[in-house]
């Protein structure tokens, strides 16, 4: 690993702490290195807040030293004002010489103009460090400006036998497939991403609140399916403890192209991620549609030998991890 890679490095695992805070902005990172040492290092703030390299630069205790130093960041800095000022605008006040960025912002307002701003100043600028590693990083920003919908995580849990739910059930409440370990890794993800989606069936059939009780974190946008606007109000997902969001028929026409139509509205409302936690129809109308980047997919031990079949997936195996007696596989789409 170069030295220009080993900090850009250390710019993603910073940048990780804005998971959750940051949407709809990217969670950048960024370092600031005075003679092969970090002087300075930042995140990026809750929404509204400071960007990464604003952050990193109020880090650095004798500002003097910024006019001999090079700012690692993630993504390109910014040149267009938003809640805050540009961060490329800042980097040129200090005369930072060197600037070594990971990948190009492709949000239309940035798209390189940063980076020809900081090259008109003089500034020495390095593009394309560890740039797949920080694409992917930046996974759900990037999707959400390129292809104008959120970054979809589809997520379900199933029996041994394939199944996700029993035939029959007593109570409006959920089968647990998975054990509390799994449940509070559920949790953590919803903490993570700007909005949970789920079917009208999951709503009637659990009940769920789909909030975030298992970890520390802001609950989800809660988007529920209702074609026929039947739902009654005293269901757990439409409490006071997170925005819920209906879609109606009156919102979409449930006899075309759902998933399409749904995402157009997700994007319009600004949301930039969301997991689908809805039942097998709901799940495999994303699937058929191929409109979906991730799914993460839990095997239990429990067997119901009938009920409702879990989706049918295709896409590529990227991990299978162990938790106690649950199978996790996570795939993405082709």
């Not at 200090?94 to 912002?105: L, W």
């Not at 757990?236 to 075309?256: C, L, Q, R, Y």
């Amino acid at each position: 690993m170069t030295i220009h890679e080993t900090y850009i490095s250390r710019c993603l695992e910073i940048a990780k702490n804005g998971l959750g805070i940051t949407r709809p902005n990217p969670m950048v990172g960024s370092v600031i290195v005075h003679s092969n040492q970090i002087i300075g290092e930042g995140f990026t703030s809750a929404y509204g807040g400071n960007h990464a390299e604003v952050n990193a630069i109020n880090a650095v205790k004798d500002k003097a030293l910024l006019k001999q130093a090079t700012l690692y960041v993630t993504l390109e800095p910014c040149s267009h004002f938003g809640k805050t000022p540009p961060c490329s605008d800042l980097i040129i006040k200090h005369q930072i010489p060197n600037v070594v960025i990971g990948c190009i912002d492709d949000n239309p307002e940035v798209a390189g103009k940063g980076i020809e701003k900081l090259k008109k100043s003089g500034c020495n600028v390095i593009v394309g460090v560890l740039e797949n590693d920080c694409k992917e990083h930046h996974k759900r920003f990037f999707t959400f400006h390129n292809k104008k919908r959120p970054y979809i995580i589809l997520k379900w849990a199933e029996s041994a036998d394939g199944f996700i739910a029993p035939e029959f059930k007593n109570e409006q409440k959920p089968v647990w497939i998975t054990n509390e370990y799994s449940r509070q890794l559920v949790h953590k993800w919803r903490a993570e991403e700007q909005a949970i989606l789920v079917g009208t069936n999951t709503v009637l059939q659990d009940n769920p609140a789909l909030t975030v009780r298992d970890w520390t974190g802001e609950n989800p946008v809660r988007i529920v399916l209702d074609k026929d606007s039947t739902l009654s109000k005293d269901l757990a997902v439409f409490n006071t403890e997170a925005k819920t969001i209906i879609i109606s028929e009156k919102d979409i026409d449930f006899s075309k192209n759902r998933s399409l139509q749904i995402c157009e509205l997700l994007y319009r409302n600004n949301i930039n991620s969301v997991i689908i936690e809805g039942g097998s129809k709901t799940l495999q109308t994303f699937i058929e549609d191929t409109i979906w980047d991730e799914a993460r997919v839990f095997t239990g031990t429990i067997q119901f030998n009938k009920g409702v079949k879990a989706p049918r997936l295709s896409g590529t195996l990227i991990s299978e991890t162990t938790i106690l007696n649950d199978i996790l596989k996570i795939y993405k789409n082709d």
